[in-house]
């Protein structure tokens, strides 16, 4: 009996083999198998993001939301507008236009004063700069050392509020040096060398565009804008006699 049994086992594992289904639906599985690997899509790896640089020094993908680059803004007023502007900060476009041809250290004091807003700023920044006057009209006869302290004040102006530069401005109205920018930071690095330059050349007019750009967009710390109540005492009243 023992016989008989493992006979009737080997031949069922023959028949197991030899059955034309198995076999079909073992190379069914196999032809799907291959159909699904060569549906199956080649997914690439993420590719490293390109970044560009806002006007905080952040850096920010494509420049904009939707792809574009990020717009510069203008300045308020032209490098050569010593007056200022017909508007209601005209009496401050004059004490800027004062100060920054009697006292550009005080001028330069209070532009840091606004744009930096921490104890002892102007102070600090005045006194270095009348510092650096008096030396370079003492030993080379006109303000060339104070250009090279003050200038960063104009990047970090330009940077804050998203500026237009005078490189990319020159490039805009020419188009002759869009070619030689590669990316952003050499952009930026080209923006820097502009605003030095225009600090050595024209000094008291870019400490008075400076401080216009300012009065305009930032309160000066020391004001207090929270609102005061004023309660004014009730009017004298008299009763009429009939």
């Given at each position: 009996?023992?016989?008989?049994?493992?006979?009737?086992?080997?031949?069922?594992?023959?028949?197991?083999?030899?059955?034309?289904?198995?076999?079909?639906?073992?190379?069914?599985?196999?032809?799907?198998?291959k159909r699904d690997a060569k549906?199956?899509?080649?997914?690439?790896?993420?590719?490293?993001?390109?970044?560009?640089?806002?006007?905080?020094?952040?850096?920010?993908?494509?420049?904009?939301?939707?792809?574009?680059?990020?717009?510069?803004?203008?300045?308020?007023?032209?490098?050569?507008?010593?007056?200022?502007?017909?508007?209601?900060?005209?009496?401050?476009?004059?004490?800027?236009?004062?100060?920054?041809?009697?006292?550009?250290?005080?001028?330069?004091?209070?532009?840091?004063?606004?744009?930096?807003?921490?104890?002892?700023?102007?102070?600090?920044?005045?006194?270095?700069?009348?510092?650096?006057?008096?030396?370079?009209?003492?030993?080379?006869?006109?303000?060339?050392?104070?250009p090279w302290f003050s200038y960063?004040?104009?990047?970090?102006?330009?940077?804050?509020?998203?500026?237009?530069?005078?490189?990319?401005?020159?490039?805009?109205?020419?188009?002759?040096?869009?070619?030689?920018?590669?990316?952003?930071?050499?952009?930026?690095?080209?923006?820097?060398?502009?605003?030095?330059?225009?600090?050595?050349?024209?000094?008291?007019?870019?400490?008075?565009?400076?401080?216009?750009?300012?009065?305009?967009?930032?309160?000066?710390?020391?004001?207090?804008?929270?609102?005061t109540v004023v309660v004014m005492?009730?009017?004298?009243?008299?009763?009429?006699?009939?």
């Amino acid at each position: 009996m023992a016989g008989e049994d493992s006979r009737e086992a080997q031949r069922g594992d023959e028949y197991e083999e030899s059955s034309p289904l198995l076999k079909v639906n073992e190379n069914d599985g196999k032809i799907c198998s291959k159909r699904d690997a060569k549906a199956a899509p080649l997914v690439p790896p993420p590719a490293a993001e390109e970044y560009g640089w806002t006007a905080d020094g952040l850096p920010v993908s494509h420049g904009s939301v939707i792809g574009e680059p990020i717009r510069r803004n203008q300045w308020n007023s032209g490098l050569f507008t010593c007056l200022g502007r017909n508007d209601e900060f005209c009496s401050s476009d004059l004490e800027v236009c004062l100060l920054g041809s009697v006292a550009p250290c005080v001028l330069y004091g209070t532009n840091a004063e606004r744009l930096g807003s921490a104890p002892g700023t102007f102070s600090n920044h005045c006194l270095t700069y009348l510092g650096l006057y008096f030396i370079g009209n003492s030993l080379f006869g006109w303000n060339c050392l104070a250009p090279w302290f003050s200038y960063s004040s104009r990047s970090a102006i330009r940077r804050k509020f998203n500026l237009e530069g005078s490189f990319e401005a020159m490039n805009r109205s020419c188009g002759c040096c869009g070619g030689c920018i590669e990316d952003e930071m050499q952009r930026e690095h080209l923006e820097t060398t502009c605003d030095f330059v225009t600090h050595v050349l024209c000094h008291t007019c870019a400490l008075c565009q400076e401080g216009r750009e300012l009065r305009r967009k930032v309160l000066h710390p020391g004001f207090n804008a929270q609102s005061t109540v004023v309660v004014m005492p009730p009017i004298e009243q008299t009763m009429g006699r009939k």
